[in-house]
């Protein structure tokens, strides 16, 4: 089969001859895929910012697809079936995964991603067939009503923004500020609407992102010195009730922490990986500040988000920039690393 295969930064290559994935274990799903994207997440191995990824690591874990062959221990799902699959892989059965922390499942993976996440790397979707693990769990059927685009946003993006905006325990009537507008961010935006906010601001540093999150509805604020002023100006001198990071960066978390209003919250959603922030305790002492983390769990919320999609509450398919086929894959991830992309999906 065809597959994207990571080399080294700013490497990307299709390979043509990878052998087919095929049923390994009784709970394992053959899917072929219909669709793919590209996250942000995958942008740290391409720029080089994880220097343990390992060459030839097919990357990818935004996908949907066709099941083509189940395990013996599979229930629910049949060949022939329309899938989505959750980017988290884990196996339903543990401690964790019972209390819906599928992130911490003991057996945790992620697609396309090496051993990052868990300690068993999974081959990625960003190919023409892809190995489920724990397939019951990780895959779940696309409704009638619900085309591969929307649902492939649910597998992850969407669900994150869910879970930032959540997390962010939005209220009906708050003035939610969303720090960083990439698609996430975008999602978050719309998903704090969903949960009753009244104004949404939108802070990101890029016009272009600006510009798609004011046609989302919220008023869009640049990055940059001064913001917390800014903020405060918006806000009656209070700064946000709510803020959303979901950019994963120390300043777009130190801005967050800044701009938030005394006894607000903070949710941070971004794929934090520093180990030097200067983290400003007496301001958030000060402030009474609840900081969270979260991480996006579709296994969790993907029937919810589906519910969501079917009645027409949201349409997430508004953050995709670019339709490109597989072969054109290591252009798509030129441009949504020079920021020319907002979202890319890719077809077979």
């Given at each position: 089969m065809?597959?994207?295969q990571w080399h080294g930064p700013h490497h990307?290559?299709?390979?043509?001859?990878i052998p087919d994935p095929?049923?390994?274990?009784?709970?394992?799903?053959?899917?072929?895929?219909?669709?793919?994207?590209?996250?942000?997440?995958?942008?740290?191995?391409?720029?080089?910012?994880?220097?343990?990824?390992?060459?030839?690591?097919?990357?990818?874990?935004?996908?949907?697809?066709?099941?083509?062959?189940?395990?013996?221990?599979?229930?629910?799902?049949?060949?022939?079936?329309?899938?989505?699959?959750?980017?988290?892989?884990?196996?339903?059965?543990?401690w964790y995964c019972h209390r819906g922390w599928h992130y911490q499942c003991e057996r945790v993976g992620l697609f396309g991603y090496d051993t990052v996440v868990g300690t068993t790397a999974y081959p990625g979707g960003h190919a023409e067939y892809v190995r489920v693990p724990f397939a019951d769990v990780v895959l779940s059927p696309i409704p009638d009503g619900v085309g591969d685009e929307q649902a492939l946003l649910i597998g992850d993006v969407l669900a994150t923004g869910y879970a930032c905006a959540s997390?962010?325990?939005?209220?009906?009537?708050?003035?939610?500020?969303?720090?960083?507008?990439?698609?996430?961010?975008l999602l978050a935006l719309r998903c704090a609407w969903l949960l009753g906010a009244a104004r949404v601001l939108a802070v990101d540093p890029l016009e272009r992102r600006r510009r798609l999150a004011a046609g989302q509805g919220a008023h869009p604020v640049?990055?940059?010195?001064?913001?917390?002023?800014?903020?405060?100006?918006?806000?009656?001198?209070?700064?946000?009730?709510?803020?959303?990071e979901a950019a994963g960066t120390d300043a777009s978390l130190l801005s967050a922490l800044e701009i938030v209003r005394p006894a607000g919250v903070v949710c941070a959603v971004g794929a934090h990986a520093s180990t030097a922030m200067p983290m400003p305790t007496g301001l958030a002492f000060g402030k009474e500040i609840t900081l969270r983390f979260a991480v996006g769990d579709p296994i969790r919320d993907r029937e919810a988000l589906m519910n969501l999609v079917r009645e027409d509450r949201i349409d997430p398919t508004f953050v995709i920039s670019h339709r490109l086929a597989l072969a054109e894959a290591a252009e798509a991830f030129r441009l949504f690393d020079a920021g020319e992309a907002s979202k890319v999906v890719l077809i077979p």
């Open positions: 065809r597959a994207l990307v290559k299709l390979a043509e001859d095929r049923v390994e274990a009784p709970g394992d799903a053959v899917v072929r895929v219909v669709t793919s994207a590209i996250c942000g997440t995958d942008l740290h191995p391409y720029r080089g910012e994880i220097p343990s990824f390992t060459p030839g690591t097919v990357t990818g874990h935004e996908f949907t697809g066709v099941i083509e062959a189940v395990g013996a221990e599979v229930r629910g799902l049949r060949p022939g079936d329309r899938v989505l699959a959750s980017d988290v892989i884990a196996c339903g059965r543990c997390g962010g325990r939005v209220r009906p009537g708050d003035t939610v500020a969303v720090v960083g507008c990439g698609p996430v961010g640049p990055a940059g010195e001064g913001l917390a002023d800014r903020i405060r100006e918006l806000t009656g001198g209070r700064g946000a009730d709510v803020v959303l």
